[in-house]
């Protein structure tokens, strides 16, 4: 059997089918980790509770490997083992992963431009500027190598900025308010 970790799965599931592993293969990647990268940021609990997702190659021994796969995963790591379709499993990962990724590096990007000194930033600088400390090697092959779904993830934040910024501009306090409250709303959901 054999699996990968990486962020992106269909040029792996591609690559892996083109190369005759359907029957051996079973893509994963779990969500686990920070912006630190190298033997430097391993832990030993770095995948307890974490997810995983495994992508099977759509045969039934394939079927089977993403099994075992999964089997390893929640044994080994103690993760939780999700099993998605590839294109699902980058799609979800370019809004759930890949955008917050871009919005912190776009907000660091802007922040440096600024010329600001480090005391400048309280805890919510630093917080949602902390992914922007990860490798950019890393990220941009993860950017270009899931393209579309990144590109209309980002768009669809830069329409949501530009609503603030129309909202601000108009001094429309109501529809601050209401979208500030939708975000938080939201936000306060993914602790649940």
């Not at 603030?164 to 109501?174: M, Q």
Request: aromatic share 6%; proline share 5%.
């Amino acid at each position: 059997m054999l699996s990968d970790v990486a962020s992106i799965k269909v040029p792996v599931m591609q690559r892996a089918h083109a190369a005759g592993l359907d029957a051996r293969f079973a893509g994963a990647h779990p969500l686990a980790g920070t912006h630190g990268s190298g033997f430097g940021a391993a832990r030993p609990d770095l995948f307890r509770g974490a997810v995983v997702y495994v992508c099977p190659t759509g045969t039934l021994e394939g079927d089977t490997v993403a099994r075992s796969i999964a089997s390893f995963w929640k044994q080994v790591g103690e993760a939780q083992p999700v099993t998605i379709d590839a294109a699902a499993h980058d799609t979800q990962l370019a809004w759930t992963s890949h955008l917050p990724q871009a919005v912190s590096s776009a907000l660091a990007e802007a922040l440096g431009a600024r010329a600001l000194g480090g005391v400048s930033f309280g805890p919510g600088g630093r917080d949602t500027t902390r992914l922007a400390a990860s490798d950019p090697d890393l990220w941009a092959e993860i950017f270009l190598a899931n393209a579309g779904p990144v590109a209309d993830a980002l768009g669809h934040a830069g329409d949501a900025l530009q609503q603030l910024r129309t909202l601000i501009a108009a001094g429309d306090a109501a529809g601050v308010k209401a979208f500030l409250a939708r975000g938080a709303a939201f936000r306060r959901g993914i602790d649940r």
